[in-house]
């Protein structure tokens, strides 16, 4: 099957910084990523769809100048917290459409921990 | 609204059957998916049913019925190590996912 890789996979970060993490579709196009986060022991919360070339679509109660998506490419997708506070500490994953495949590839997720 | 139901929790003995089911109701229709967690990693794909019916693989087995809002994942020949959340998801008319909450199953002996 199609491959979607993370980085960093595990990031620390101190109160106030701003941190980036790419999602790459290794073998595949994607014309269509996902951003999702999880809370420990919940499923996985769908924070914005983002289709190449065009702005991301953010859910209901995601801040979209805190949690910047920017879809440059058919193979990478990055999301960048801005101004990261603890309670922004989870566990990033991001998943892309592989329209080939009429299938949805996660990769393997970010932990992020903020002091 | 767009909802996914799924029993939270679930508990089977080793080498026994489980079924797992997900009713739904969503705007559209693209596919639903099964996917298994374990505790700290990403999900992993098990299963995508598009038209009715039964899909097998190996132990694992997805039936969807499109008519009714309903599919079931059923688990063969169960093993310890199958003890994870299994998480149903419809794909709507966007090509956007609605997760269930996702059913905790408990694999014993």
């Known amino acids: 099957g199609a491959v979607v890789s993370q980085h960093p996979s595990r990031v620390i970060c101190k109160s106030g910084t701003s941190v980036k993490i790419e999602c790459r579709s290794l073998?595949?196009?994607?014309?269509?990523m996902f951003w999702y986060r999880q809370f420990p022991k919940k499923s996985l919360m769908l924070m914005a769809t983002s289709n190449e070339g065009s702005k991301a679509t953010y859910e209901q109660g995601v801040e979209k100048d805190k949690f910047l998506i920017n879809h440059a490419s058919l193979t990478l997708s990055t999301l960048t917290v801005t101004s990261a506070h603890p309670e922004d500490s989870s566990f990033y994953i991001c998943?892309?459409?592989?329209?080939?495949?009429?299938?949805?590839?996660f990769g393997p997720g970010t932990r992020l921990t903020v002091l | 609204g767009q909802n996914i139901d799924q029993p939270t929790e679930m508990t089977a003995t080793e080498g026994a059957i489980v079924q797992i089911n997900c009713t739904y109701q969503?705007?559209?229709?693209?596919?639903l998916f099964w996917y298994q967690q374990h505790a700290g990693e990403a999900p992993t794909f098990l299963s995508y049913?598009?038209l009715d019916g039964l899909e097998e693989k190996g132990r694992f087995s997805s039936f969807l019925s499109r008519s009714k809002g309903y599919s079931y994942l059923l688990l063969k020949e169960l093993q310890m190590k199958d003890s994870a959340s299994y998480l149903c998801a419809v794909m709507d008319s966007n090509y956007q996912l609605i997760w269930g909450a996702g059913t905790k199953l408990i694999i014993k002996p």
């Open positions: 049913n598009v």
């Open positions: 969503t705007s559209g229709f693209n596919g």
């Open positions: 073998d595949f196009q994607a014309t269509t």
């Open positions: 998943s892309a459409i592989a329209r080939e495949y009429n299938e949805q590839f």
